[in-house]
């Protein structure tokens, strides 16, 4: 699913009988939350459920479909919170106006929620939002009454996105979810409903046991395409067929738009790298969640809370479906320490080989997505580490190496001091890596990809205009 937020224009009388029905709904979805389960912890049936919420809210503002939304919204956030100890408002504002530093009606706004109408294609899309097909307007209708939301223009692909949707919305084919708060007008609609998506990609002849990984990390992202012939479930015979180091390098201070198009450009050079030697699927961890840091070091915290990994998934996800290509969630546990033991590529892109070969393994339909461990695996990794030959798993592995303190990550390269600027004068060396910038000039991040073996003296020949006679021009390059 793709959601595309737009700031909206209405008379002040018109917002507030938004506000009115937001009002509503958001008392309805509470109810709704509560009472998802009886008293012996049973969950309701929705048609009871939703019977139950009608019988309190109908007759106002809002009409029935907007209270059936309700009812789901509902129903869902007590999935996501089965113990029915949610606080609408969230819990910081809750103490606040508990301890009487915020009035009652600030409380009350806090509580609001957006105004949720689910998609129906039978009602062109949607029964009470209609998109203009511009995008430049859209019209709430609600009991005979109708309110019109001045949009601004939008561009580039969420504009080519907002007009196709539209379009297809009023012709009955696709349906469309809209959202509203105080300030925007959020439309949600499936990509693969959208044949002319701008983002669609043409598809390629997938190879059976070729994956890419990806390992997330808060300043690095690693990503490694990895072929795998024999036996899915051990190390050998996985050959690293290519890997890819991004530097995310966002500043602290960074807007959540500048972070969401950073992890865009990463998401797109990640199914590029994906489609280059054809890769079956992608493989991400599972259960990553959002990074939080609540220490001393301020520092550190902002570097950890800046970037949600969820939203990356969920673009991968989307954007990986266009192109054809499968995402699995795969357990990472140790799977930096067998990577930097097994394959041969910057710690994070190690990382992200182990994933990969999980991934093979899990559509192989093998249970444990750990590596066999048997006589002489250990033996048969890295010489120039010191590994407990006697360990019967790898969680003896990782806690040998852990305790006895050795360096076993393979170092990230990084651009030496005094470099030139890769969008000047090209791509340049850093420790055998290529350097260049993720997406545009004076835009956060650098990527690194395993540079060719190049000698320090290149000659190029220049054919110069001057008479007859071409000029001979010589070069030298060196590394760093």
Request: with cysteine; aromatic share 6%; glycine share 8%.
């Amino acid at each position: 699913m793709q959601t595309i937020s737009i700031p909206y224009r209405c008379s002040h009388t018109d917002a507030a009988f938004l506000r009115e029905m937001r009002r509503v709904f958001s008392a309805a979805v509470r109810t709704a939350y509560v009472n998802a389960k009886d008293g012996n912890g049973v969950s309701r049936k929705q048609k009871d459920l939703r019977d139950l919420v009608k019988s309190r809210f109908a007759g106002g503002v809002v009409d029935a479909w907007i209270l059936h939304c309700a009812t789901l919204e509902g129903m869902d956030l007590r999935k996501a919170r089965p113990d029915g100890k949610m606080i609408f408002g969230t819990r910081a504002g809750f103490e606040r106006r508990r301890k009487g530093l915020i009035d009652r009606d600030l409380w009350t706004t806090m509580r609001l929620r957006p105004l949720c109408s689910r998609g129906d294609k039978l009602f062109l899309g949607n029964r009470h939002f209609r998109l203009r097909p511009d995008g430049r307007s859209c019209v709430v209708g609600m009991y005979g009454r109708k309110i019109v939301l001045e949009l601004p223009e939008m561009l580039g692909n969420a504009g080519k996105v907002l007009r196709q949707a539209a379009a297809l919305a009023a012709q009955k084919k696709i349906n469309l979810t809209f959202r509203i708060d105080d300030s925007r007008l959020h439309v949600t609609v499936d990509a693969n409903d959208l044949p002319q998506h701008p983002q669609r990609r043409i598809p390629v002849r997938l190879v059976k046991g070729r994956a890419l990984g990806i390992d997330l990390n808060p300043n690095w992202i690693g990503l490694a395409a990895v072929e795998k012939t024999s036996n899915p479930s051990a190390l050998e015979g996985s050959t690293l067929l290519e890997h890819c180091l991004v530097k995310l390098d966002l500043p602290k201070d960074s807007s959540p738009e500048l972070t969401r198009e950073t992890l865009a450009a990463v998401v797109d050079r990640a199914i590029g790298l994906a489609r280059k030697p054809r890769c079956s699927v992608i493989t991400v961890e599972r259960g990553l969640g959002k990074l939080r840091s609540s220490g001393r070091n301020r520092s550190l915290n902002r570097l950890l809370n800046y970037w949600a990994r969820t939203i990356f998934v969920a673009m991968l996800q989307r954007r990986a479906r266009l192109a054809g290509i499968e995402v699995l969630e795969v357990w990472g546990g140790y799977s930096s320490t067998i990577g930097n033991l097994a394959f041969e590529a910057p710690d994070t892109c190690a990382s992200a080989a182990e994933i990969a070969r999980r991934g093979i393994a899990r559509l192989a339909g093998t249970k444990d997505v750990l590596p066999a461990f048997g006589e002489g695996t250990v033996a048969s990794l890295r010489k120039d580490l010191p590994l407990p030959v006697d360990a019967g798993s790898w969680a003896d592995v990782h806690r040998t190496i852990k305790a006895a303190k050795i360096g076993y990550r393979r170092p990230h390269p990084d651009v030496p001091k005094g470099s030139r600027d890769s969008d000047v004068h090209g791509t340049f060396a850093s420790l055998g890596h290529a350097v260049v910038r993720l997406r545009r000039r004076r835009r956060p991040g650098l990527v690194f990809r395993a540079a060719p073996a190049r000698p320090d003296e290149a000659v190029r020949i220049l054919t110069v205009q001057r008479g007859d006679a071409p000029a001979k021009c010589v070069s030298t390059s060196k590394s760093g």
